[in-house]
């Protein structure tokens, strides 16, 4: 079943005319403050009730909601979401305007807002804030994504909820003009920006070049994702930075003190690493869905995601090591196997799934993926050899949370590598479930970035999983930290581990501080520590 409906759309399903998008992005360090500003115009003689329906990351928090219809300001205030449904329903039904913003229960990256009513030839504008963390790609790039449409959603018979969709859009068809800016600071200086889109120079606001502004050149369509990848130098030096409370906020509250966020990059002790063998049963799942014979982008439109996953795939069936195990499954409606079980690596096996991988097609109809994740994990393990899942998917699912609940469900007997394919995979599907199952997400939106993407991701999944990871804090006396990052789950050779702390009470005295990371790696306690000044940044914007 596919449900597609775009933009800001009326109680009837029709499109209201959207006029022109603003983005402002505020990068620091390894985060990113989004502020969307959205404007529409009602062109029909009668008011409408609108609903907008817009992609975030999966892991975003909006903290601010605000929109003008005519004369009127309304800004959001969060609610639990029964009572703000009521009070959105009354407020309707005695004339008055009203928004609600919701969460889709089926996906997190998908938000909609109830705006109301919309008077005839009013204009609405929409302005959103949020807050989210930047991946880490394999070269270090730290990754944001502006997504232009949500691709269309599987919604798989029988699932839960109504389904909520966003189509693609040919750039012939984007009526409304985005303008796009970024400004990024860091403690370490930035080399450069890139991105899939043209951008005018970099223009540096500091001599020693820790501070920057970037904007998409003039007259883009807003017909694709807009990607901007972020370089800092000694990317892998660990940094602290330390946020200010807001001066309106009372001490002691959440928004009245400061905030640090550690960056680590953890190194391995390099006697545990070269002493361990390379094994492994690795699992791959491949989606052959309908959709993935889609192109990969607007701007190469002959080269589709199934060709895209499937030489993901055989790049990393040519790395695997001597002696593991491995199988191969792929699926739609239904799912297809190469071997009854998984089977030791060797030249003739390698060979075998070659041929049937190059011959894969995306012929299995619709995006089924909880039936045959449920069979994968029915089978029994093989000692000594731990299982490590890869997941090739554009994510076109509507039922993502049911799929990350059970990698989550399964997280103990193995980890789990997911790669989004094409532009607009759903980064609450495949973050999700790299998450839930201790692994590493990638995006692969052109060929451009995936080698060293595939090589990265095979490259941790034969690192031993890191257990007992505990984290301490050395504060002056006074200070005390808490801690409000959700516990650090996985952690691979030299990729970022962030962690949030929220530092309460004063010191005249001592400034600095420091925090460590304790695990154990395949049985070797092992550490890392950083030192940081608890002064806080000074904002110079």
């Avoid at 790669?419 to 790299?434: D, Q, R, T, V, Y």
């Avoid at 941790?460 to 301490?472: M, Y």
């Amino acid at each position: 079943m596919m449900v597609n409906c775009c933009g800001l759309i009326t109680d009837r399903k029709e499109p209201v005319p959207l006029k022109s998008i603003e983005v402002q992005l505020e990068v620091k360090d390894h985060v990113a403050t989004v502020v969307s500003t959205l404007n529409y115009e009602n062109k029909e003689d009668k008011p409408l009730e609108a609903v907008f329906v817009f992609p975030l990351p999966g892991d975003a928090a909006v903290c601010h909601f605000s929109a003008q219809i005519g004369q009127t300001h309304i800004v959001a205030e969060v609610k639990e979401k029964q009572q703000a449904r009521e009070e959105y329903d009354d407020a309707l039904s005695s004339g008055q305007q009203a928004f609600l913003l919701e969460e889709s229960d089926q996906s997190p990256d998908i938000f909609s807002l109830s705006v109301g009513s919309l008077p005839p030839g009013e204009s609405a504008s929409i302005r959103l804030e949020y807050v989210t963390e930047l991946a880490v790609q394999a070269d270090d790039g730290l990754r944001f994504c502006l997504p232009a449409v949500l691709n269309p959603r599987y919604q798989p018979q029988g699932s839960e909820g109504p389904s909520v969709q966003v189509t693609s859009v040919p750039a012939s068809l984007v009526p409304y003009s985005l303008s796009f800016s970024a400004r990024v600071s860091s403690p370490r200086p930035i080399s450069k920006v890139e991105s899939n889109c043209s951008l005018e120079p970099l223009q540096y606001l500091n001599a020693d070049q820790t501070q920057a502004t970037v904007k998409l050149a003039a007259g883009h369509k807003f017909d694709r994702d807009v990607e901007l990848l972020i370089y800092y130098k000694d990317a892998h030096q660990p940094t602290a930075v330390v946020e200010a409370g807001q001066a309106s906020a009372k001490p002691g509250s959440l928004m009245g003190d400061p905030v640090v966020m550690v960056s680590l990059y953890p190194e391995f002790p390099e006697d545990v690493m070269s002493s361990l063998a390379s094994c492994g049963e690795f699992v791959f799942l491949m989606d052959r869905s309908g959709s993935m014979g889609c192109p990969m982008n607007n701007s190469t439109p002959q080269e589709t995601r199934i060709s895209s996953a499937r030489d993901t795939l055989l790049l990393l069936l040519k790395s695997l090591p001597m002696g593991c195990y491995f199988n191969i499954y792929s699926f739609g409606s239904q799912f297809e196997h190469i071997f009854p079980t998984s089977v030791e690596y060797s030249e003739k096996t390698m060979e075998e799934a070659l041929k049937k991988v190059e011959k894969m097609e995306a012929d299995l109809g619709g995006t089924e993926i909880l039936l045959p994740l449920k069979h994968i994990y029915a089978q029994p393990c093989i000692p000594k050899q731990p299982r490590q899942l890869f997941i090739f998917t554009d994510g076109e699912v509507g039922n993502t949370k049911e799929v990350t609940d059970l990698v989550k469900m399964n997280a103990a007997t193995h980890r789990c590598f997911s790669f989004g394919i094409g532009e607009g995979a759903s980064s609450a599907l495949i973050n999700g479930m790299a998450k839930e199952g201790g692994g590493h997400a990638q995006f692969i939106t052109g060929t451009d970035r995936m080698q060293p993407k595939v090589m990265q991701s095979l490259r941790f999944a034969l690192q031993p999983a890191v257990e007992d990871i505990s984290v301490s804090w050395d504060l002056p006396k006074g200070v005390s930290s808490t801690i409000l990052s959700p516990p650090i789950t996985a952690m691979f050779q030299g990729q970022r581990s962030l962690i949030y702390a929220q530092l309460t009470g004063q010191t005249s005295e001592a400034t600095d501080g420091s925090v460590t990371v304790k695990y154990s790696l395949a049985g070797h306690p092992s550490q890392n520590q950083l030192h940081f000044n608890l002064k806080p940044a000074e904002d110079t914007g």
